[in-house]
């Protein structure tokens, strides 16, 4: 038997094939929403994966302002920030951010479901978020893809 044909192949910046797609977050729960675009941002979909390298693809999530949270998410879940300073605690909940800057939602959970470290840093960058149906990337031409269909 041929021993080269065990060999694993693994993934780096050259041969990587990265795309876009366009995610409509209409109607969308924020957690199930940001889990599947965290795991095309990774590359974890495809049969090319590799842990340390940056094999995902481009997300554009479009109508950020209409995704929903269940239960009583909307008024009972907190987002806690602190300046460093004393007294410097903030406190933000679901409501007050989708008011004031919806995309910020969106991006704040997905950011939550990548690594912690440098190449979740880059991965973010990946990730475009737009209050509306209109976004600036027609250029790269975007496919239009159905989170049911990822698994």
Partial sequence: MDTL??????????????????????????????????????????PSYTPHVDCGDNVIVINAEKVRLTGNKMKDKAYVRHSGYPG??????????????????????????????????KLFNNLKVYVGPEHKQEAQQPKVIDLSTIK
């Fill in 5 to 46: 044909s065990y060999k694993t192949v693994s993934a780096n910046k050259a041969t990587v094939q990265k795309e876009w797609f366009v995610v409509d977050a209409t109607d969308e729960v924020l957690g199930r929403l940001a889990s599947k675009v965290a795991m095309i941002l990774r590359g974890k979909n495809k």
């Fill in 88 to 121: 410097g605690q903030t406190i933000q909940h679901p409501i007050e951010i989708l008011a004031k800057y919806p995309e910020r939602l969106v991006e704040k959970a997905v950011k939550g479901m990548l690594p912690k470290n440098r190449l979740g840093s």
